[in-house]
């Protein structure tokens, strides 16, 4: 199948050559068409699969015509995602797929200034991407207005129960319209998560790609028994091997992450860390120096292991058991 068969909006389809895309991934040829047609719909993908453009394309398409020459502000989109590092790709995926859209969109997440969100807020929007705990905060002092929304997306959707994020996400739900498309995506289908459907959605329709107990075929894997007090050790080691270029290490805890970077530094090989103890800015650094080839490794606990996509990464440690 090919995206000119898909029934998007001819801006849309050239921003998707702009990005090089030739042919539509399983989850968009399966997506696409019943998001456009105006189906509820459950998305069982994981990152990787382009689930984001899956959404963002027929939901462009859709504003395309709502947004006309960009004079016409209210919100009609809103996507929540569990971290603020998945908001930003959200954004910047939205941002490349919407380029040639006169496309308003604000992106609201905690651990920042409040003010630009605000602003952005203020001056008007089409489309929100949202962590749910500062939007939330946001709606409570009324700087969102949701009284034209059309269309609701919920990435990640069984992370942001495990975040604990379920009595905020209901909160804001609760003050959307009732008449809208809701779509729902996530790596599992669990208890909790057609719970949610049946209180969210309506009839929606389910998609499974690809199955999550099945490793990618294109990774090779290794396992090293090692005693705990030899692991820095090893990876140092295994570090000499300068095809581990671009190295994402995970560890369970944030301390220990912080002792790993601090041993890997002190050998000389350049790390970041990425974890919750950190401040956004040095988050949004540490992500931003890992993809520009600035730092070698990255150290990160499982705040990382979802949604983010890093292009060129050579190999994963999983320093604890995952
Ligand atoms: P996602 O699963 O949405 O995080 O997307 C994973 C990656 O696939 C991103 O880097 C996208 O830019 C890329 N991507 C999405 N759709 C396509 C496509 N049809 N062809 C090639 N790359 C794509």
Known sequence: MSFSALGLDPKILQAVKDAGYTEPTPI???????????????????????????????????????????????????????????????????????????????????GVGEHPQINALRAGTHLIIACPGRLMDLMQRRYADFSQLQYLVLDEAD?????????????????????RQTLLFSATLSKEI????????????????????????????????????????????????????????FSRMKHAADRVARNLESAGIRTATLH??????QRLRALKDFKDGIVRVLVATDIAARGIDVDGISHVVNYDFP
């Open 28 to 110: 968009q040829s399966a997506a696409i068409p019943p998001i456009l047609a105006g189906h509820d719909l459950i998305g069982i993908a994981q990152t990787g699969t382009g689930k984001t453009a899956a959404f963002t394309l027929p939901m462009l398409t859709r504003l395309a015509t709502v947004i006309g020459d960009g004079r016409q502000r209210g919100t009609r989109a809103l996507v929540l995602a569990p971290t603020r590092e998945l908001a930003l790709q959200i954004d910047e995926n939205v941002r490349a797929y919407g380029r040639h859209l006169p496309l308003r969109v604000a992106t609201v997440f905690g």
């Open 159 to 179: 992370r942001m129960l495990d975040m604990g994020f379920l009595p905020s996400i209901r909160q804001i739900v609760r003050s959307l319209p009732q008449k």
């Open 194 to 249: 057609e719970t949610l459907t049946h209180e969210f959605q309506h009839a929606p329709k389910l998609f499974q790609i690809g199955r999550r107990a099945n490793p990618a075929e294109t990774v090779t894997q290794l396992v090293y028994e090692v005693p705990k007090s030899l692991k820095p050790a090893l990876l140092l080691h295994l570090l000499k091997d300068p095809a581990m270029n671009m190295v994402l290490v």
């Open 276 to 281: 919750s103890n950190r401040s956004q800015n």
